[in-house]
Structure formats: structure tokens, C-alpha cells
């Protein structure tokens, strides 16, 4: 799924970056496949959308979080 | 033997590397230009021994493939001649992973590094320990912890400056893999040598942003904040400006008594000192608006409202990242357009420097200040509500929507195939590190009246000149008397410029104001004193009587209503500022975008003068 579909909260792992002109600004951030990345918060009008990424917080607008795919964790391994 | 070191800073933004350059360096450092640039390098010397360290800052980047302006200039350092001797890395210890891609891209440099971790006490907090002497091991060179608020560290990093430094030998990448999925990996590989995970705890930044960015009340908050600074900025001022004004009026006085007669003296006084002074005296706002700036940059909120503004911004062409110079293009329009370097898209940097100097600027306040003591009734409403007030809000309040409704008009006309993107990262906030953010202030307005004082400066003497002689040679005039001020150059093209402006509603002795406003807006209080003859080029009171007695030929007052309203448009709308055009031409690199300005700015504020006069004829 886009990253940019994940609910707040929900934990899930990069699998590929679409080809974009930021796609080079994404990597440089740390948007790797492989990493972590968890929703925490939407500015109002749900865009941009700001990410817990390795040990940051980085946003980005929803438009570019649409250029990320993405493969969720499975609820039952992180929520209480 | 003594000998001189070049050592770079470099590091990721919010890392904390201003606050480690400004320990290491302590005050002595100052701002120099790379000729035929608009690079400013911060470049501090320090001793350890007898080896002389020249400390070069350089903007925080986040990778050596610039993607901003400010970034293009952190970078042009490492390919200077002679080239630094040292790399000094400053990582943020809570966020080592990503401090470490733009590490590992320098490390490919050959150029003897030395990394500081710093903000280890919310490293700490987050649970992360790191080994140092193995982190050490794996890179081949020396690492430092450091503590840049207190200055913990500082000591020991300034002796090993001194010392010999070493290549970084741990390999990212692979020899012929050097992408960043590559770097990244060899990163992981390094810190899970180096870092373990103890526990995760909540950092209380999460908590605040839920309110900050709350899509009531966090714009809530931040209309609170631009109250508060406004109101600081206006009633805080007012003390330090008067006390500027007040020397300045000192040392004319007393110039005009001591210095002999001539047309030296009429130079120095009229000409040198009032173009400094006008100068000087926006110097406390500026400085207040910048103090404030710094505070919500240092302590993280102002990405909060970049962040809660992008979406709004985002359909007039403009973006989050356009909150800063629009908010400083309330003071001054020329830092403001400095403060654009961040906004990687060219399209969306170049609308917000072409639609900022729109923002009521500081130097417009006096010309409002008189200009409605004369039209508008100083009527209260409710008993604290003004009316004059109101009408002073007014003007911000045009300047703003206009600047807005121009973005949109750019937005349409300039073509650009890149699309524009928001990628940021949100820092956590920061109690405020404030002699980071008074240096920041200094070096600022230091700046500003180096920027703006040379142009005024030549202006002003330029304007001195054309005001004080004229095309009849057989005798030359004094500034002070009116009745020739009209035989004068000046005179002569306030004259000349009257057939254009009379449409709304200007006659020639606002012609002359006009002409030496370009200078910069505030020297049009200054030169209608000198047209009607206030001596004091402060006395408000005075010049306003005497100005409202102004009488047309068929004994109607000159300002009336319509007169002032249309003054008042156009001192809003017009690009009457030679310093923010040069500034523009430096930051776009060509004359095209200036000139444009000029003419669309113009334009406007002739447009809307000829409907505000006709409005109230």
C-alpha cells in the first residue's frame, strides 16, 4: 500500500521508492527500503503528514508519501 | 612551530553545530562574503598553542547533493583552494542514523575528519547508548562527546583541533556501490556494532505537537504568537528609536553649530547624517522581529508552522517553507528575501521573493503614522478600540492579501516543469539557546545596515544634491527654504512627474516625496519637512498642521481624504526600495526578476491609488 494510506499509529516497513524528483530527497532522508516508518500526525486537512522514521520525525506532504510503498506490520505485534 | 589550520563544520540541520561553532569560537567571528556570490560563511579563529584555527560554519545540509540554495553553499567549501585540513562533524547523538548519511558521503573526501556527538542527554533519554571508543575503532578516527549548551567536552575537542586527524577508514558503501540504500546499510552495519537500545520512552515534543498542530487551536496559538510579536515589535522599539532619533537630532544640532558654513556642512547635515539616522533608526524593530524569529527557528516551533501552513500556501504558489520570509517581510523586506535559500523548488523560492516586499515593511510605518494622524479622526470605539489603529491594521491587512492574491498571479505566469515538494524534517523542540539566537540577531541586523546603509547612504546624497541646487546656476538653494526647493532639480522633476500623478490625486510636492521615497519610504516624512519647512524632521505635530493648512490655488486643502487614502495605497503597494531591488537582482542572479517587480509593484500601487482617489473624490 502508499504510505500515505497508513493510519496513524500503524507501523510499517518501506519496500520501494517510485521514481519522482524527490525521490533522491526521500532516500538522503533516511526513506530506505527496509526502515520503519510510523504515521504520528496530520496537520490540519490531513496534508502534510509527519512520519516517526528511524529516530526523527520527518514530514512530508501527502503527495509524496504517495510515491512510497509501503507493506504494514501486523497490528497484533505492536498494539496493546 | 606555529602553523595555521582550515577546519570546516559541517553536519545536518538542527544538530546543534551553531551552538558547538559559537563555544569553539566564542564572539570572535564574523560574516564574510565569497566575492561575486551571496555565500555568507561564518568564519571564527581560535588558538591552541601556537596552531591558529580558522573555523569555517557552513548551513546545515542534509547529503553532498544539494537540493537548496543554502545547501549548494555549504557544500562549495570543501572545493575551496587551499582545502580544509579538517572536517569537524557535529552529529546529533538522538538521530545518529541520518546524521550519518551525509558523514558517510563526506567520509569519501579524503580529508581527515573528526565527529562530535552532540545532544547525547536526549540520546540518553531515548534510551540509546553509545560506545565511543568502539565507534572510535570502526571509523579510524577521533570522536568527541560534547555537550554544546553547557559546554561540556568543549575543552578537549579545542586541544585535539590541534592535533593530528585521520581519514575515516570504515567503508560505506562498496567501492563501486555508492547509493543510498548502499551508505544506509553500511550505516546500520556501524551502529549496530556501536549503539544499543535500552528502552523507548516518549519524548514530551510528540505531546506539544498534538496541540501545536491541532487544526484549531494550533492556529490559534500561532495568531497568539504573531500578536505577541507585533506588539513587541511596535511598543518595544519605540524606547530605543526614540533615543537614536534623539542623537541623531543632538549631533546635527550641534554639527550646525560648530562646523563653518558651506556647502560641506549642508552635506554632512542634510545629506551623510539624515541618511544615516534613517537608517539606524529601524534598526530596534528589525532587531526585535529577528530576535523573535530566532526563537521560534531555535526552538523548533517555526517547522510546526510550516508545517500547519503548507496546505494553505500550497494553492497561492507559495509553501510552508514561505512562512519565514513573508512573517520577516514585516520588518524588512531585504532579509526577508535573504531567508528564501531553503525553498529548494526555483518556483516556488521566486514567487515568495517577488510577492514578500508587498508585507508592510517597517520603513512604510512612519509614512502611516503620518499619514493618518492627518486624515483619520482619533475617535475611540468601546473606549480602547482606535480608530486609528484600525486603519493602521488595515494597511497590514491589504499588504498581506495582496502579497497573497500576487502569488496566485505568479503561480499562473511562471512556468516551471519541476513540481514543488515539502519534505522536512520536524526537530524536537528546544529550550531556547539564547546566545545562539542573540548572535543570530547581531549578525542580522549587522547585516541589514550594511545591506541597506550603503545604498540609502549614496542615496541620500544623491537626493541632497538634486534637492539643494538647480538648473539656475547663478545662485544655489538651501534644503531648508521651500519657496526654492521648487527651483531646484528635484523641484524641477516633481514638476515634471505632475501630469503623470495628478490622476491620483498627487500634486508635484508629493511628486518630490515620491522621487526621494525611492531611496527608501521613510524619507518621505523626512523630505515633506524639509518642503514645508519643519525644522525638527521629527515633529509630527508640526509638520501635520502644516501640512493640513496646505491650500490648492482655488483655496480647497490639498490633503484632503481621497489625497491621503491614495497616498497611503501607494506607499503600500509601490516598490519604492532600491535595496530590496539589488537584493533580488543578487538572489535570482538577473535583472529580469527586479525589474519585473518594479513594474508590476508600480503598477499596482497606481491602479489601486486611482480607484482609492476616485472612491473618495
Known amino acids: 500500500m502508499k504510505l500515505s494510506e497508513l493510519h496513524i499509529g500503524h507501523i510499517a516497513r518501506i519496500v520501494s521508492l517510485d521514481d519522482s524528483p524527490y525521490k533522491e530527497k526521500l532516500q538522503e532522508m533516511g526513506c530506505i527500503p527496509g526502515v520503519l516508518v510510523k504515521p504520528i500526525l496530520k496537520a490540519p486537512f490531513g496534508d502534510p503528514i509527519a512520519f516517526e522514521l528511524e529516530e526523527y520525525t520527518l514530514s512530508m506532504r501527502k503527495n509524496e508519501a504517495d510515491s512510497v510503498l509501503v507493506k504494514p506490520l501486523d497490528p497484533l505485534f505492536y498494539t496493546h | 612551530m606555529s602553523q595555521r589550520l582550515k577546519i570546516v563544520l559541517a553536519g545536518n540541520p538542527n544538530c546543534g553545530k551553531s551552538s558547538v561553532f559559537n563555544k569553539l569560537t566564542g564572539l570572535k567571528q564574523k560574516i564574510t562574503n565569497v566575492p561575486g556570490t551571496t555565500i555568507e560563511n561564518k568564519v571564527g579563529k581560535f588558538t591552541v598553542g601556537d596552531t591558529e584555527i580558522d573555523l569555517i560554519d557552513t548551513p546545515g545540509t542534509y547529503s553532498f547533493n544539494p537540493k537548496s540554495l543554502d545547501e549548494k553553499e555549504a557544500i562549495k567549501v570543501f572545493f575551496e583552494d587551499p582545502a580544509p585540513d579538517t572536517i569537524l562533524y557535529v552529529a546529533d547523538a538522538a538521530n545518529l542514523k541520518r546524521n550519518f548519511f551525509y558523514f558517510s558521503q563526506l567520509a569519501q573526501h579524503n580529508t581527515p575528519m573528526v565527529l562530535v556527538l552532540n545532544m547525547l542527554d536526549i540520546a540518553n533519554f531515548k534510551g540509546f547508548e553509545i560506545d565511543i571508543d568502539r565507534l572510535e575503532k570502526e571509523l579510524g578516527i577521533r570522536v568527541f562527546k560534547i555537550n554544546a549548551r553547557l559546554g561540556d567536552g568543549v575543552k578537549e575537542l579545542k586541544k585535539a583541533l590541534a592535533e593530528q586527524q585521520f581519514v575515516p577508514h570504515y567503508t560505506f558503501g562498496s567501492e563501486n556501490d555508492h547509493t543510498h540504500e548502499s551508505h544506509y546499510d553500511s550505516i546500520s552495519k556501524l551502529l549496530n556494532k556501536t549503539t544499543t537500545l535500552k528502552s523507548k520512552r516518549e519524548l514530551i515534543s510528540n505531546k506539544i505537537d498534538t496541540w501545536a498542530t491541532h487544526p484549531i487551536l494550533g492556529y490559534l496559538l500561532f495568531l497568539v504568537v504573531l500578536l505577541v510579536i507585533f506588539q513587541s515589535v511596535f511598543t518595544l522599539a519605540s524606547y530605543p528609536m526614540d533615543w537614536i532619533e534623539l542623537g541623531f537630532g543632538e549631533l546635527s544640532e550641534y554639527l550646525s553649530k560648530t562646523l563653518p558654513d558651506g556647502w560641506l556642512k549642508k552635506l554632512i547635515i542634510n545629506g551623510l547624517i539624515a541618511g544615516i539616522a534613517g537608517v539606524v533608526v529601524f534598526v530596534p524593530q528589525i532587531a526585535i522581529l529577528f530576535f523573535f524569529m530566532g526563537l ?260 480647497e486643502p490639498v490633503y484632503t481624504l481621497a489625497v491621503v487614502l491614495s497616498l497611503m495605497v501607494f506607499y503600500a503597494f509601490a516598490m519604492q526600495c532600491m535595496s530590496t531591488l539589488a537584493v533580488v537582482y543578487k538572489e535570482t542572479k538577473s535583472w529580469k526578476w527586479p525589474a519585473i517587480q518594479f513594474v508590476y509593484m508600480t503598477a499596482l500601487a497606481y491602479l489601486g491609488s486611482w480607484l482609492v482617489f476616485n472612491l473618495f473624490h
Open chain 2, 296 to 555: 521560534l527557528e531555535d526552538t523548533g516551533y517555526m517547522a510546526r508552522v510550516s508545517f500547519i501552513m503548507d496546505k494553505m500556501l500550497r494553492g497561492l504558489g507559495l509553501s510552508g517553507k514561505s512562512v519565514v520570509p513573508l512573517l520577516s517581510g514585516a520588518a524588512c523586506a531585504i532579509p526577508a528575501i535573504m531567508s528564501t535559500r531553503n525553498i529548494e523548488n526555483w518556483k516556488d523560492r521566486l514567487i515568495t521573493i517577488m510577492v514578500t516586499p508587498l508585507m508592510s515593511c517597517s520603513a512604510r510605518l512612519p509614512v502611516y503614522t503620518l499619514l493618518i494622524s492627518m486624515a483619520i479622526p482619533s475617535d475611540q470605539y468601546y473606549g480602547f478600540v482606535s480608530l486609528q489603529a484600525l486603519v493602521m491594521l488595515a494597511m497590514y491587512v491589504l499588504g498581506t492579501v495582496a502579497a497573497l492574491v500576487a502569488a496566485v498571479v505568479f503561480k499562473w505566469i511562471i512556468r516551471h516543469d519541476i513540481p514543488s515538494y515539502f519534505i522536512m524534517e520536524l526537530p524536537i523542540y528546544h529550550v531556547p539557546r539564547w546566545r545562539n539566537i542573540w548572535l543570530n540577531m547581531w549578525q542580522k541586523s549587522l547585516s541589514f545596515v550594511k545591506e541597506a546603509g550603503k545604498v540609502i547612504l549614496i542615496v541620500s546624497v544623491v537626493l541632497w544634491f538634486l534637492a539643494s541646487y538647480g538648473p539656475r546656476a547663478d545662485k544655489t538653494f538651501s534644503i531648508q527654504e521651500s519657496a526654492t526647493l521648487e527651483q531646484s532639480y528635484a523641484g524641477y522633476f516633481g514638476k515634471g512627474i505632475e501630469p503623470a500623478i495628478e490622476p491620483i490625486g498627487f500634486n508635484w510636492k508629493i511628486g518630490i516625496s515620491l522621487i526621494t521615497s525611492f531611496a527608501a519610504r521613510e524619507v518621505f516624512v523626512g523630505t515633506m519637512s524639509t518642503i514645508y519647512s519643519v525644522g525638527d524632521e521629527e515633529n509630527f505635530e508640526q509638520l501635520r498642521a502644516k501640512m493640513n493648512k496646505d491650500k490648492l490655488p482655488n483655496g
